[in-house]
């Protein structure tokens, strides 16, 4: 990869702090609100806790929620992972094959339109409380944005550039590292990023049906218990599961494909 | 070997039925090795399909492209082709897009590090090359890829309106350029143009194509000698020249 200039970097965070002070300020009023609405309108405590009360509390109980953070952040990262290497192949081989594209294909366009998360009772009673149903869940809810993503992905090479490889005689593997692959990277990451949105709902829901530990039973406990403070803290924890793997695939965008419009400062 | 370049009752169809478009031809056209041929004629005349059919990558539907003394089956590797809609990738730089020529070919870029610095100077690039493509203009993609058409020193070479998105000035400079290296390299071009004073100062012939479905007017012969430089194309020669190729398209209805 050729390499980016990356001394911008600090001047455009820095405009893009001062671009965005108002929206620093409102998120920072947002919160001011709600601490003082809680007061103010005496909302009881086992309904709505302020902000600060959540961060004391939270912070109390921080050995649990750091544990259940890995618990489900195990079931999110097997699931993604594993989705993408079989998503990625599997994307690629419809894309290239004729047989595929007319029987694979069409079965995962219909499968795509099923509501994957409704699967998941059935595989908690197949397979209990553990985490290979979670992992399941969440390969399920990352799989198919992949697959189809890789599959138009591969399948949408420009004329000119089709026709410029056959002009220059390279064989498919040549063809395939030099200009298929490259071209193909932007469109995969729209589904690698997809995926990653849901893989932290699928893992939530799926504990929220049957589970004895992670975020999402955590979160489905304390509310049962009437301490929505804990359970903000859990859903605050979930979000920083959320983020970090999005964070994780957006930067491994930014290494691969600098060069692309969805990427590009300028 | 010889690379001039035979079509024989060359025709091209699209489609079949009913809906099916006549595009090009039938043509029967012989050009000689060395020969700078350029084809002159009105937007969807074939000129485009005449040239994917001469490199291999599209099938005529009837009649033959030769090339050297051999039929034309398949894409032909050893011709350089500039195709109308530019061929650079974005994740490559300048220099490296040049490069791709010759990676998919599997040449050594060592060999030809002095050749693609030449090239670029020759086009003025020569500032730009580790720039990519989107931080280049439209006119300077052009030339990029003009680079990237011939980087790999083809002896005949298909070029598609390689000018055509230049600003007249960048376009005055480049065609000196062009006709300098083709004076040079003496390789058998076929090159498709708008412009009617660029075919008559670049070419050893001029072929003049009807409207679709393109079929060949008239080939000019332009006997004036290279290089064709501001003299040349004030003389009286040249003048007629063009003259007689606007009163054709004038007989079309296009101007
Ligand atoms: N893939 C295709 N399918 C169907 N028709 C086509 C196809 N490609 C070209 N044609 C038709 O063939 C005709 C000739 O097209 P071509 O691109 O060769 O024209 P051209 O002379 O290069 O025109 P221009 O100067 O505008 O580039 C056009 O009328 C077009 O409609
Ligand atoms: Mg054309």
Redesign the interface.
């Known amino acids: 990869?050729?390499s980016f200039d990356k001394k911008p970097m600090f001047a455009a965070m820095k405009l893009r702090l001062q671009n965005s002070w108002m929206f620093v300020a409102f998120f920072i009023g947002f919160f001011l609100v709600w601490e003082y609405s809680v007061i103010f309108f005496d909302i009881p405590l086992y309904i709505l806790t302020p902000p600060s009360l959540i961060v004391e509390k939270g912070a109390a109980d921080l050995d649990r929620l750091l544990y259940y953070t890995y618990v489900t952040g195990t079931e999110v990262v097997l699931g993604y992972g594993v989705a993408v290497i079989l998503a990625l192949p599997l994307g690629l081989a419809i894309a290239f094959s004729s047989l595929l594209k007319r029987t694979i294909y069409p079965f995962i366009v219909c499968i795509e339109m099923v509501p994957k998360i409704a699967f998941a009772p059935l595989f908690i009673s197949w397979l209990g409380f553990g985490l290979l149903p979670k992992v399941i869940i969440v390969f399920l809810v990352c799989f198919f944005p992949i697959v189809l993503n890789a599959i138009l992905a591969f399948s949408s090479l420009?004329?000119?550039?089709t026709?410029?490889?056959?002009?220059?005689?390279?064989g498919v593997w040549?063809?395939f590292f030099?200009?298929r692959l490259?071209?193909a990277l932007p469109q995969c990451f729209v589904g690698f990023k997809y995926a990653a949105i849901n893989a932290t709902v699928g893992a939530a829901i799926a504990e929220f049906i049957g589970s004895d530990k992670g975020l999402g039973f955590y979160i489905q406990i304390v509310t049962g218990n009437m301490r929505p403070d804990l359970a903000f803290a859990g859903i605050f924890f979930l979000t920083l599961l959320g983020l970090s793997l999005f964070g994780i695939v957006t930067l491994a965008e930014r290494l691969l494909?600098p060069?692309?419009?969805s990427v590009?400062r300028t | 070997m010889s690379h001039h370049i035979e079509f024989a009752g060359l025709k091209k169809v699209f489609g079949t039925g009913p809906d099916a478009v006549q595009a090009f031809g039938p043509v029967d056209l012989s050009i000689a090795e060395g020969e700078f041929i350029s084809l002159l004629g009105p937007s969807g005349c074939g000129k485009s399909t005449l040239m994917?059919m001469t490199?291999g990558?599209l099938e005529a539907t009837e009649g033959t492209v030769t090339i050297g003394g051999s039929q034309v089956k398949g894409?032909?590797?050893d011709?350089g082709?500039m195709?109308q809609?530019?061929?650079l990738?974005?994740?490559?730089?300048v220099r490296?897009n040049v490069e791709?020529?010759l990676?998919?070919?599997?040449k050594s870029l060592k060999e030809f590090s002095d050749k693609i610095d030449n090239l670029l100077a020759s086009v003025h690039l020569d500032d730009f090359a580790?720039r990519?493509p989107?931080e280049l203009s439209g006119g300077m993609q052009q030339r990029a890829a003009f680079c990237q058409a011939m980087v790999h020193d083809p002896k005949t070479m298909l070029l598609d309106e390689p000018l055509g998105k230049l600003d007249a000035m960048t376009r005055e400079r480049i065609r000196s350029d062009l006709q300098r290296l083709w004076m040079q390299e003496r390789a058998t071009v076929i090159f498709v143009t708008h412009s009617i004073e660029e075919a008559v100062q670049l070419s050893t012939k001029v072929a003049v194509i009807t409207p679709r479905p393109g079929t060949i007017e008239r080939i000019i012969e332009i006997d004036l000698p290279f290089p064709r430089d501001f003299d040349v194309k004030n003389s009286p020669e040249f003048t007629a020249h063009v003259r007689e190729i606007q009163e054709i398209f004038r007989g079309y209805g296009v101007i």
């Not at chain 2, 990676?103 to 599997?106: L, N």
């Open positions: 990869m050729e420009s004329e000119e550039l026709l410029f490889c056959r002009s220059t005689g390279a040549r063809t030099k200009v490259p071209a494909i060069w692309h419009i590009r | 994917m490199s990558l894409p032909q590797t011709i082709v195709f809609d530019n061929t990738v974005p994740w490559r730089t490296g791709l020529q990676e998919m070919r599997g580790d990519h989107y």
